[in-house]
C-alpha cells in the first residue's frame, strides 16, 4: 500500500505508453492569393494560393516538421508546421508553386511522426475534410494555363431574301458566331 515516490511531490508519475499514435482527422482548406477576381471555381489552387492543412491525432505529437510533411507531392512547398492542442493538431501551411503535370485532387503525406514516448506511426490514410461552401468538392491543383486549341466562326445574314455577290461580308444586322 505504499505509493511510488517519482522524486518529489512536484514530479509526475511514470506513464506505459506502448501504442503508435494514430492520425486521425485530415482537413483543408484554400486561401486564393488574389482574393479581388471572383472565379467560377473556388476550390481550384493556382500557383501563389495557399492551402492550410490540419492534422489530428489521438495523441499529442512529439514533433511534426516542414520535411515530415507533404502536400501533392512538390506541388505545394510547405512553408511552416504548427502545433497547437498540445500537440494533438499540428497545422501545415504550404504555398502552390508551378509546375507542368496536369490538375490533380490535393494530396498529402506524413512521413514521420512519433508520440512523446518514442512510439511511431505509420502513415495515415485518413481522406481530406475540405471546408467552404460545399464541403464535397475537393481542392484541385491547378498550375497549367489553359490553351484554346480550335476556332470557328459563322456568319448569319439578317436579309435572307438579298443577293449578294460576296455572303462572307457581313454588314451591321448580320450575326456573327465565334
Not at 459563322?154 to 448580320?174: C, F, H, I, V
Request: no cysteine; charged share 20%.
Amino acid at each position: 500500500t505504499v505509493s511510488i515516490d517519482y522524486g518529489g511531490p512536484d514530479s509526475d508519475s511514470i506513464v506505459i505508453d506502448t501504442i503508435a499514435p494514430v492520425i486521425t482527422r485530415v482537413s483543408a482548406s484554400l486561401s486564393k492569393s488574389d482574393s479581388t477576381n471572383t472565379y467560377l471555381n473556388q476550390n481550384r489552387a493556382e500557383p501563389g494560393d495557399t492551402i492550410t492543412l490540419t492534422i489530428e491525432a489521438n495523441e499529442p505529437l512529439d514533433y511534426l516538421e516542414d520535411t515530415d510533411v507533404s502536400m501533392s507531392g512538390t506541388r505545394v512547398s510547405i512553408s511552416s508546421v504548427t502545433e497547437s492542442n498540445e500537440g494533438r493538431t499540428w497545422v501545415a501551411t504550404g504555398t502552390v508553386v508551378d509546375s507542368s503535370e496536369s490538375d490533380d485532387e490535393l494530396s498529402y503525406s506524413i512521413v514521420s511522426f512519433q508520440d512523446e514516448a518514442g512510439n511511431s506511426g505509420t502513415s495515415p490514410s485518413v481522406s481530406i475534410e475540405y471546408g467552404g461552401s460545399d464541403p464535397s468538392d475537393p481542392i484541385i491543383i491547378d498550375t497549367v494555363a489553359p490553351v484554346i486549341t480550335s476556332v470557328s466562326a459563322s456568319l448569319s445574314k439578317s436579309d435572307t431574301n438579298g443577293m449578294y455577290l460576296n455572303q462572307k461580308r457581313a454588314e451591321p444586322g448580320d450575326t456573327i458566331t465565334l
